[in-house]
């Protein structure tokens, strides 16, 4: 079936450094990908976007690349901060049922050792 | 801009009672909203599209019946659960679409709020 997961479940990394969230989706017909930052009791947060016609895609400390050939989505975060802290999901956009929607992957609980 | 606002944060009711979630859109119009359940520790679930004017979409699973969603204004829907029981308790949050983006799906999300059913 369709299905957005993650490789990892929970990542730890020192302040300072890169941190890399990684993301596996199934349906090759997705063609618009988020990645969200939620913090314990709050809704998420968009961090970054991509479309499927793009590959790569930069933020403010923040890069998303994707690999439509292995349906590979990754979050990059550079200089990792204290409050990067949070779990990060991955979402898929996905046409079902005369609407858009969106399928959230298991997520990953980033943690920054100061 | 595109703030997206949940009342209550947080509900604590009796089973059998029902508790009304309301979700706006503060500064934008949203002709779509979508509602979403959270275990804890786990991923958000969709639940179900609601588009203005017109009956909410309902995921497969999801009783329509029990979880009555009403999206009456560009910039309010509303989400009750009527007779909740304490397998209802979660935390629900809502998003809206961002209006002028088409097929690009990004969404704002609310606050979230918990719901805890005794």
């Known amino acids: 079936g369709e299905s957005v997961g993650l490789h990892l479940p929970t990542l730890s990394v020192q302040e300072g450094d890169n941190s890399i969230i990684n993301c596996a989706y199934s349906?090759?017909?997705?063609?618009?990908f988020i990645w969200y930052k939620q913090e314990s009791g709050k809704g998420p947060q968009f961090i970054i976007d991509i479309r499927s016609n793009m590959d790569k895609r930069q933020g403010q400390r923040v890069t998303v690349l994707l690999n439509k050939t292995v349906k590979h989505l990754s979050l990059q975060i550079a200089a990792t901060q204290p409050g990067d802290s949070a779990v990060y999901f991955c979402?898929?956009?996905?046409?079902?049922?005369?609407?858009?929607?969106?399928?959230f992957g298991k997520g990953t609980l980033l943690t920054v050792n100061p | 801009g595109a703030v997206v606002s949940q009342h209550p944060s947080r509900v604590i009711c009796k089973s059998g009672t029902s508790v009304k979630i309301e979700c706006r859109s503060l500064?934008?119009?949203?002709?779509?909203m979508f509602w979403y359940r959270q275990f804890p520790k786990q991923s958000l679930m969709l639940m179900a599209t609601?588009?203005?004017?017109?009956?909410?979409?309902?995921e497969q699973g999801v009783e329509k019946d029990k979880f009555l969603i009403n999206h009456a204004s560009l910039t309010l829907s509303t989400l009750t659960v009527t007779s909740a029981h304490p397998e209802d308790s979660s935390f629900y949050i809502c998003?809206?679409?961002?209006?002028?983006?088409?097929?690009?799906?990004?969404?704002?999300f609310g606050p979230g709020t918990r719901l805890t059913v005794l």
């Open positions: 349906n090759s017909a997705s063609d618009y």
């Open positions: 609601s588009n203005e004017g017109s009956k909410a979409t309902y």
């Open positions: 979402a898929e956009n996905t046409f079902k049922s005369s609407n858009y929607k969106l399928t």
């Open positions: 500064d934008f119009q949203a002709t779509t």
């Open positions: 998003s809206a679409k961002k209006p002028g983006t088409g097929g690009y799906n990004e969404q704002f």
